[in-house]
């Protein structure tokens, strides 16, 4: 059973996280936990997108799950093989997540995510930019906050010509892959 430290003394917490020292927590310290999990998944579905990190953007979604992203709606088993094409035409990408809106409901949760997508085109000096929202529906499963649907609304497109001015030697670049810096641990 993990441990976790408050103070000089560490109390134990069940995998679930409802209860301390089998006390039941305080609901609104395990609603702040639950958000909290759920925001730590669209953090590492934005890095599995922007590093191509496909184990972990399935690591995102519970097995059999929808996406809807507009021209493709399916399963995340049948999402991972078209978005690994469908991000093959860019050099990179940046995923900015900015408002999230989490509403609770026991084992279910809704979810609305503000994003502005940086899509720099493959071997182009052309961004595709494009502001859009995750409305997303979480599940808890076996003590797991997961996306169990998702669907994608776009609310602006630009393209945007690109002057590219280089980068300072000595300058770390992103990778697309996992020998990408935040990798190194």
Not at 25 to 39: A, F, G, N, R, V
Not at 169 to 179: L, N, V, Y
């Amino acid at each position: 059973m993990p441990l976790r430290a408050h103070g000089r003394t560490a109390f134990p917490l069940s995998a679930d996280t409802t209860t301390c020292n089998d006390v039941p927590m305080d609901p609104s310290i395990q609603l702040l936990i639950d958000q909290q999990q759920i925001h730590d998944i669209l953090m590492k579905y934005a890095r599995g997108i922007d590093r191509c990190d496909f184990d972990l953007v399935r690591s995102c979604y519970h097995p059999g799950a929808v996406d809807n992203h507009g021209r493709f709606t399916g399963t995340i088993e049948e999402f991972i093989p078209w978005v690994e094409t469908q991000l093959d035409q860019f050099d990179t990408t940046m995923h900015f997540l900015g408002n999230v809106l989490i509403e609770v409901e026991g084992v279910t949760a809704h979810a609305e995510t503000y994003c502005v997508a940086y899509h720099r085109m493959k071997g182009e000096d052309v961004d595709n930019l494009q502001g859009l929202r995750y409305v997303d529906r979480f599940e808890k499963r076996y003590g797991e906050w997961r996306i169990a649907e998702r669907a994608i609304v776009v609310e602006w497109n630009r393209i945007d010509d690109v002057d590219l001015p280089g980068f300072a030697p000595g300058t770390k670049r992103g990778r697309r892959d996992q020998d990408d810096l935040v990798y190194r641990r």
